[in-house]
């Protein structure tokens, strides 16, 4: 079973979100419909801009610690150099 670590943000430059989940689709779903009355809710923090795979929840729930530990720019530059057009990933899930 797979496991990802996500950013979210609201816009191109705008607030970010980081995440784990096990389910990514069913997550988003939720983020999406604002399920939760948490901070993505509250900020509109919706577009998929980024993700990874990983082996293990833990894996998952490490990277994501380690992220939310970084500064902005590096986080930016996470995106930028797999995302440069910040596209909402979440359609090419299903494909």
């Known amino acids: 079973m797979p496991f990802f670590t996500y950013l979210l943000a609201s816009d191109r430059n705008g607030t970010l979100y980081c995440g ?12 999406r419909t604002k399920t ?6 509250r900020y509109d923090v919706t577009r998929l801009v ?3 795979v990983h082996d ?3 894996g998952a729930f490490l990277r994501e610690r380690q ?3 970084w500064n902005r ?3 930016l530059r996470l995106i930028e150099a797999g ?7 979440y359609d090419m ?3």
């Open 20 to 31: 784990h989940t096990d389910d990514l689709a069913e997550r988003l779903e939720q983020h």
């Open 36 to 41: 939760f009355k948490g901070f993505s809710a």
């Open 56 to 58: 293990s929840r833990e």
């Open 73 to 75: 720019a590096w986080k």
């Open 83 to 89: 995302n440069p057009q910040w596209l909402d990933l």
């Open 50 to 52: 980024w993700y990874e």
């Open 67 to 69: 992220i939310k530990k």
């Open 93 to 95: 899930l299903n494909q």
